[in-house]
């Protein structure tokens, strides 16, 4: 469902069958439908009230999430970049500098296709993970340098938050919305684009039209928070692309690296 192709047909097909719907109810009862448009007229505005603020907020519940997500792996990808430049410092710089490109580099081949499909990450990221921390265990400081005991502090300080990050990212999944939430926020459009149908006008052309607008509207709303409930899959995602500036960036400098001195 969520690609712009699939989401493009469900909502033509709202539209059409909620057009082909006024023209049925007209045919049945055109009459009895405008002796109540004041009554009629009145309920939908209070119900169309409640359900717009109803859809309002779920979809500031499913934008924060995504937000979040994007906000965790944007200061995940940071951590990384700082980790390494504060490596350079430390004993066995060299070790501790490829585990990070080699986790970095997992995060976006492994892990992301990982999210995608709703995977808690992927195992081979977990690897690197643990790698990384064993390669901090096994640094041994000069003694009496406090150069090294700072930036070697600051760096597990750094690795900590690492860690809760990458957590936070691989656990955060779909928005968090109960079935019933789901069911009125369903039941709410269909019963919307039901309203309209009891309303009677004049010209059939604008019930109809105004009909398909709405169900248009609706069903598009409905499918952007489906869209936007699940932050790592469709084509409405967060994307890896903080990592891979981060990447780049370890690309560099080692290519800087191997040059030979001038």
Do not use: C
């Not at 007229?41 to 997500?69: K, M, N, R």
């Not at 004049?202 to 019930?207: C, S």
Request: aromatic share 10%; charged share 20%.
């Amino acid at each position: 469902m969520d690609s712009p192709l699939v989401r493009d047909l469900i909502v033509l097909a709202v539209v059409v069958i909620a057009a082909l719907g006024v023209v049925v109810v007209r045919r049945k009862a055109p009459r009895t439908l405008r002796e109540n448009n004041e009554f009629t007229g009145f309920t939908f505005a209070f119900v169309g009230l409640v359900y717009g603020v109803y859809l309002a907020f779920t979809v500031v519940i499913v934008w924060e999430h995504f937000q979040s997500a994007e906000a965790t792996a944007e200061s995940e990808a940071t951590r990384l970049a700082e980790l390494y430049r504060d490596a350079a410092v430390l004993p066995g710089g060299n070790v501790i500098q490829n585990q990070l490109y080699d986790y970095t580099r997992s995060v976006i081949h492994d892990d992301w296709p990982a999210l995608a499909e709703m995977k808690p990450g992927s195992p081979v990221t977990a690897q690197k993970y643990e790698s990384l921390w064993r390669a901090y265990y096994a640094v041994r400081l000069a003694p009496n340098d406090t150069a090294q005991a700072a930036f070697f502090r600051e760096s597990l300080v750094q690795l900590n938050e690492l860690g809760r990050e990458r957590r936070i990212r691989v656990h955060a999944g779909a928005a968090d919305i109960p079935p019933m939430m789901w069911g009125l926020l369903i039941t709410g459009g269909i019963g919307m684009i039901g309203f309209t149908y009891l309303i009677g006008t004049e010209n059939a052309w604008v019930q109809v039209i105004v009909t398909a607008f709405l169900a248009g509207i609706l069903a598009w709303a409905v499918l952007i928070v489906v869209a936007l409930a699940d932050p790592y899959s469709g084509d409405v995602s967060v994307s890896p692309d903080s990592f891979v500036g981060v990447l780049q960036s370890f690309d560099a400098n080692r290519a800087e690296a191997a040059l030979p001195p001038r």
